[in-house]
């Protein structure tokens, strides 16, 4: 049982770019997220409002929400991990932000330098301020199929701190599989566990495609009932506190894969790969889309 349409979110401005270390300017940014909003794309995570000494490249997500044409139907989110970010992004017009988590302690430490119980406490008044302005907060956890310091991650514990960010008032949550090491098996026995308490359709998956497992991470979680995903165009990026994890798998590869099963996505194939290309070609890189190589070599 397939669902009919999936919800892709587009999180190459962030998750994408956040990791390189060459300057990116604001202009050829502001273009990656036009380019994404004319190729279809109903959500675009536009960048960070976290620590610039942290991750240094997101330092400018102000001024690209500024640069940015804004699509009527489109939403425009970014991340916030503390309330400072949160006010920093309600400035910027922001009209959906997300907090994240992580499922292993020594992960949350290096990501946001903390422990997960001070994280989540840390989220209670940037909830509150994101429900009093009435901006809608996605969550997410970090390393839910192996964390790069504390190697293999329970379910249960998965699930317990999905549960805290559902409980807090994320309206979906999204399961990010840091370091791309989840098989199909794995990814399945996850979502029975996390989905036993959080519905199915307020759950998400977050695949890097590090150990090239990332579509059939799609397809089993599609099994399981799961109709959001976040890719990333051309496959970019890399997360900064997990080393040697490759990019996000590549938006254009999913959109392969759910053509071919007849799941509606709203998003035009051709548009997607332009925009890719051009990010490519302002970084300097191979495109890391296997559809996009094959189809612009024909
Ligand atoms: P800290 O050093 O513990 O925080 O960092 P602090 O409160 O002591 O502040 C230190 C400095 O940062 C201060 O400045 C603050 O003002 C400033 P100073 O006085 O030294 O000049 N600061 C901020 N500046 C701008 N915006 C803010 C902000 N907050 C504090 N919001 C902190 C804690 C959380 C801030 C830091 O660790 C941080 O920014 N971490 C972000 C890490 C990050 O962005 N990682 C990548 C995203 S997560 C990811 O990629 C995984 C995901 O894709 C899912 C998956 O794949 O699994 C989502
Ligand atoms: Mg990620």
Redesign the pocket.
């Given at each position: 049982n397939l669902p009919k349409s999936v919800r892709l979110v587009e999180?190459g401005p962030?998750?994408g770019l956040?990791n390189e270390k060459q300057p990116i300017s604001v202009a050829d940014k502001v273009r990656l997220v036009d380019d994404l909003t004319v190729a279809g794309l109903s959500y675009i995570e536009v960048g960070?409002?976290?620590?610039?000494?942290?991750?240094p490249q997101?330092a400018g997500s102000a001024e690209v929400f500024t640069g940015i044409q804004r699509s009527a139907g489109v939403t425009y989110a970014a991340?916030?991990?503390?309330l400072?970010?949160l006010e920093?992004a309600l400035d910027a017009k922001v009209e959906e932000v997300?907090v994240?988590a992580?499922a292993s302690e020594a992960f949350s430490q290096k990501?946001?330098?903390?422990s997960i119980a001070d994280s989540l406490q840390r989220f209670v008044p940037l909830m509150e301020a994101a429900k009093a302005a009435n901006v809608r907060v996605r969550g997410?956890?970090?390393?839910?199929l192996g964390c790069p310091y504390d190697g293999e991650i329970a379910p249960q514990q998965v699930a317990s701190v999905a549960r805290e960010l559902y409980a807090m008032g994320c309206y979906e949550v999204?399961l990010?599989?840091?370091i791309g090491t989840g098989t199909a098996g794995k990814t399945r026995a996850l979502l029975e566990v996390v989905g036993h308490d959080i519905p199915r359709e307020r759950l998400a998956g977050?695949f890097?495609d590090t150990y090239g497992q990332a579509l059939a991470n799609i397809y089993a979680s599609l099994l399981e009932g799961i109709s959001v995903f976040?890719s990333s165009v051309a496959g970019l990026g890399g997360?900064?506190?997990?080393k040697g994890?490759t990019g996000?798998v590549a938006t254009e590869d999913v959109l392969y894969l759910l053509q071919g099963l007849g799941i509606e996505t709203g998003v035009d194939m051709h548009k997607l790969i332009a925009a890719g290309q051009r990010i490519c070609e302002v970084l300097g890189k191979a495109n890391g889309s296997r559809v996009a190589r094959a189809l612009l070599s024909r």
């Open positions: 999180v962030r998750d956040q960070s409002f976290v620590s610039p000494k942290w991750v997101m991340l916030t991990p503390n400072k970010g920093a997300a994240f992580a990501n946001i330098n903390c997410y956890v970090s390393c839910v999204s990010g599989d840091t977050h890097h976040d997360c900064p506190y997990a994890a996000n």
